[in-house]
């Protein structure tokens, strides 16, 4: 079983690339976070649901979505990705420039991004996560309670506007993509 903490001191993407396929981590700010055990079935279930309904919404859009395991390289300059130190696998990342895809995942901010709370996961998300989505330029963030609330980032001026909570119940509009609206089941 994995630990927290694990992999010691300041790390890059290319200690990261190096690491056994089975494991899962993610880097921020040069600090690796374990990412097992899987998610639960409620967390899974609900990216399921969003997913199905923002695809649909992309058939014949530019954009595209991901889902965890993806990376998303957030570089802080130009620097090479094996000096990238934030590598995240959000559970859902949307992209519409494609100029930002490779085959190793995303390099840059998704325009998109949100991530299903579990309450292994929630305190990262809410604060390391959030920071380096905002410093970024990740345009929507959305941090989803599986049961029953949302709460809503979006960018203005380079930093997050105060966050909008919203119940899990009716629609909610979708600022980073036109057109688009969230049903909750």
Not at 98 to 124: F, H, M, N, Q, Y
């Amino acid at each position: 079983m994995h630990q927290p903490g694990l992999k010691q001191g300041r790390l890059t993407y290319g200690d990261y690339r190096r690491w056994p396929e089975d494991e899962r981590w993610e880097l921020i700010d040069g600090r690796a976070y374990d990412m097992c055990p899987a998610p639960s079935r409620g967390h899974q279930a609900m990216v399921v649901e969003l997913v199905r309904q923002i695809g649909n919404f992309l058939l014949d859009k530019p954009c595209e979505i991901y889902v965890a395991p993806f990376h998303v390289r957030l570089p802080k300059a130009n620097e090479a990705d094996d000096q990238v130190d934030t590598v995240v696998q959000p559970d859902i990342a949307v992209i519409c420039d494609p100029g930002k895809l490779d085959e190793a995942g995303c390099r840059g901010a998704p325009d998109w991004v949100i991530e299903v709370l579990s309450c292994r996961t929630a305190a990262k998300d809410q604060g390391e996560k959030r920071d380096a989505y905002e410093r970024a330029g990740v345009r929507e963030y959305w941090l989803v309670h599986p049961t029953d609330r949302t709460l809503i980032h979006r960018l203005a001026d380079g930093a997050y506007d105060r966050p909008e909570l919203r119940p899990l119940i009716g629609e909610t509009a979708v600022g980073a993509i036109a057109g688009l609206t969230v049903i909750w089941p």
